[in-house]
């Protein structure tokens, strides 16, 4: 029988970066409920459910017709106190010009000081009355604490609301950027902590590790994120530890609560070893071998280690070297020590897609 012919590939040590997929959820970089910091009766909701909406803008309005009188009383309340300040002044002022003739006791200038004090402390406390009745008058006007995109009204017009409950008039969310939150197995990344520690694996730089996003339907967001943290503590009940990264969202793609899939490169593989996944075999026990070529065009079976799964290719741990000659087709009725004629392997090309069918 003539030699078996075959298709090889020559195993070259390449640097390739190690990726993972993880699951993940989109969150908000700001969130913030909008609450009353006075009670009284919602006369107005002044925005537009589901807008955008910026810090300081008036949200909704509470009757204001309550906080007025208040302020009012006060500001009365304040000029009766300064009018008695003004009389207890010229009081002390006439005393100590009598004490100085000798004409006043002391004791009638210690009540005139004592009484001008009480005066100042009763000023002083009016000015207060004044600026907080001025400041619940402010508080009428619900404003936005944080600017993003506000939901739906919680709170209709005509409502009571009252600054020491826990009504939320509605919630305000930074959508630009967003955060995703993901999670990692623990003891996946200390495994790749150790591999970068014994030099097999190399580590990018602060601020390098490219992350990008993916959809539930497998579909890439557009625009890479940034990797912020992650935890230094472990879920106890599921072993995972929670990593963020940051995205630009200017298109309001991303939602709160959306799942996705965070795609980081976390180390780079400076001598990596690939092979086709189709080159593969299995024995009887399930351990992973490849065939072999050596120079005289002999093939023998070579137990393998396979890593991670890198598109159609397989990373070899161990097993392999590079120079190695790996059959990649032509295997399926080989015998070890079987003469095969070798050629090189190719990529069969992806199908053209058929922009113009004829039927």
């Given amino acids: 029988m003539p030699p078996a012919a075959v298709s090889v590939i020559e195993l070259k040590a390449q640097p390739l970066p190690v990726v993972n997929d993880l699951p993940g959820r989109v969150a908000a970089t700001q969130s913030a409920d ?59 002022d ?21 009484a001008l004090a009480q005066a100042d402390a009763d000023v002083a406390s009016g000015q207060a009355a004044v600026d907080s009745a001025q400041l619940n008058l402010q508080y009428a006007d619900v ?28 919630t305000i969310q930074q959508l630009d950027p967003v955060y995703a939150d993901f999670t990692e197995s623990a003891s996946d990344l200390l495994r790749l902590k150790q591999l970068v520690k014994t030099g097999q694996l190399e580590s990018p730089g602060d ?29 106890q009940t599921t072993g995972q530890i929670v990593m963020r990264a940051q995205f630009p969202n200017p298109d309001d793609d991303l939602l709160p609560g959306m799942y996705i899939r965070v795609r980081i490169e976390q180390a780079i593989d400076k001598a990596a070893l690939v092979v086709p996944e189709q080159a593969i075999q299995h024995d009887v026990s399930g351990n992973a071998q490849v065939y072999l070529v050596d120079a005289k065009n002999v093939a023998s079976l070579q137990k393998v280690q396979v890593g991670r799964t890198e ?46 069918p004829q039927g």
Avoid at 94 to 114: F, G, H, P, W
Avoid at 143 to 170: C, N, Q
Avoid at 339 to 347: I, L, Q, Y
């Fill in 143 to 170: 404003k936005a604490p944080i600017s993003g995109r506000i939901g739906s009204a919680l709170i209709t017009e005509g409502a009571l609301v009252s600054s020491t409950g826990t009504d939320t008039l509605a």
């Fill in 207 to 235: 601020g390098q590790a490219t992350v990008h996003l993916l959809f539930d339907d497998g579909t890439e967001y557009s625009k890479p994120g940034t990797l912020l943290f992650s935890e230094s503590t472990v879920d």
């Fill in 34 to 92: 909008v609450r009353p910091q006075v009670s009284g009766i919602i006369k107005q909701r002044v925005f537009k459910q589901g807008s955008l909406v910026k810090q300081g803008d008036v949200l909704y309005r509470i009757d204001p017709a309550s906080f007025q009188l208040q302020l009012e009383s006060a500001k009365a309340t304040l000029q009766r106190a300064q009018a008695a300040q003004l009389l207890a002044r010229q009081q002390a």
């Fill in 94 to 114: 006439r005393e100590k010009q009598l004490a100085v003739t000798n004409v006043a006791s002391t004791q009638d200038l210690d009540s005139a000081i004592a």
């Fill in 311 to 356: 598109g159609d290719n397989v990373v070899i741990t161990s097993g392999l070297k590079s120079g190695d000659h790996v059959i990649v087709e032509g295997f399926q009725k080989l015998r070890p020590g079987a003469t095969v004629a070798p050629s090189e392997w190719k990529p069969a090309p992806a199908p053209a897609a058929n922009s113009n």
